[in-house]
Each structure stands twice: as C-alpha cells, then as structure tokens.
C-alpha cells in the first residue's frame, strides 16, 4: 500500500511560499529600517547644522554685526529680508536726500532774492573803483559775475540754514532713544536694542 503524498507535498509547498512571503516582508522591513537609520541620520545632521548656524548668528548678534530682527528671522527668510531692508534703506536715503536737497533749493532761492534786494546802482561800495572793475553794474559781464557772487553766497547760506535743520531734527530725535531699552535677553549679552 502506498500513501498518497500529494496533500504533503501541497502543504510542504504551501509552508515554503509562506516562508518565502516572510523572507520578502522581513527585507522589506529591513529596508525600511535602513531608510529610517538614514532619515535619522540626515535629520541629526541637520540638526547639528541648525545649531552651528544658532550659535553662529547668536555669536553675531552678540558683536552686533546682525540686528535682532535679522537674528529672529528664518534661516531660509534672511536673504530675503536683508534684500527688502537694503532696499527700504535706500528708499528712505533717497526720499531724505530729495527733501534735503529741495529745502536747500528754495532757501538758496530765497537767500538769492533777500541779497539781489540789497544791491542798487546807488550803493557806495559798488560805486568804488576797485569794485566795479569786477562787478559794473552797467556791463553785463558786471553784473553776471555780480550774480554769480550773490548766488555762490546765497547757496552759502543755504547750506547753512539746511545743516541747522538737519541737526535740529536730529537733537529732536535723541529723546527717542529713552524709547529703546534693551530686550530680555540683555542679562546674557545676546540683545540688540528693542523699540517698546
């Protein structure tokens, strides 16, 4: 008598396609695990990275090399914010250095029409020879080089009266600096001045 084999060799070929089942699950398993070590690994890396980079600009606040919103500002946001701090800066120069330039404009302006008011044929110091081998008031190149003076000088006085604006307005801006006040992390060293 002769058993039948076939349900073993069924079930023996059933056992193997399982085995080899879990041998494919246990190597997918370990690629996943290998793909974690890694993920792992790169996040550690960019962990220390970040930290280098917290130290570097924290060093740099500290030296004041870097100002406190560009040391709270995202890594991957600072050239961008630097870009559009550059460029409010010149905007800001350039407005300032219009009105600056306008104002001194018009008191030379202003200057020139207060001066020409002064001269007159009649005056006794233009009358003098000496003076009037320079500036005639008869000649046109007289009095060219007579308004050539009195622009030069009203310029002068304008530059004048426009320096004694600009330190006006900046002796009204030093009440501004009670205003600042160091932020709170003054105790370590690590702040810039703050606006409250």
């Known amino acids: 008598?002769?058993?039948?084999?076939?349900?073993?060799?069924?079930?023996?070929?059933q056992a193997e396609a399982q085995l080899a089942s879990v041998r494919l699950q246990v190597e997918g398993l370990r690629a996943t695990y290998r793909q974690r070590l890694a993920d792992l690994?790169?996040?550690?890396?960019?962990?220390?990275?970040?930290?280098?980079?917290?130290?570097?600009?924290?060093?740099?606040?500290k030296n004041h090399v870097i100002s406190q919103a560009q040391f709270t500002?995202?890594?991957?946001?600072?050239?961008?914010?630097a870009g559009i701090f550059t460029l409010v800066r010149n905007i800001g120069g350039s407005i300032g250095i219009s009105i600056?330039?306008?104002?001194?404009?018009?008191?030379?302006?202003?200057?020139?029409?207060?001066?020409a008011s002064l001269l007159?044929?009649?005056?006794?110091?233009?009358?003098?020879?000496?003076?009037?081998?320079?500036?005639?008031?008869?000649?046109?190149?007289g009095l060219a080089a007579?308004?050539?003076?009195?622009?030069?000088?009203?310029?002068?006085?304008?530059?004048t009266d426009d320096f004694k604006l600009m330190m006006i307005v900046t002796l009204s801006a030093i009440p501004?600096?009670?205003l600042l006040r160091r932020g709170d992390r003054a105790a370590s060293g690590d702040a810039a001045p703050t606006l409250h």
């Not at 005056?123 to 500036?135: F, G, H, M, S």
């Open 41 to 61: 690994a790169s996040a550690q890396e960019t962990f220390n990275y970040q930290q280098r980079e917290y130290e570097r600009q924290r060093q740099l606040l």
């Open 146 to 159: 007579l308004n050539q003076e009195v622009t030069r000088q009203a310029s002068m006085i304008a530059y």
């Open 176 to 178: 501004l600096l009670l």
């Open 1 to 13: 008598m002769r058993l039948d084999d076939q349900p073993y060799r069924i079930a023996v070929e």
């Open 100 to 115: 600056v330039e306008t104002i001194a404009e018009r008191m030379t302006q202003r200057a020139h029409a207060s001066l």
């Open 73 to 81: 500002l995202a890594a991957e946001l600072r050239a961008e914010g």
């Open 120 to 141: 007159t044929p009649f005056d006794p110091v233009l009358r003098l020879p000496q003076v009037q081998q320079v500036w005639n008031m008869q000649s046109a190149s």
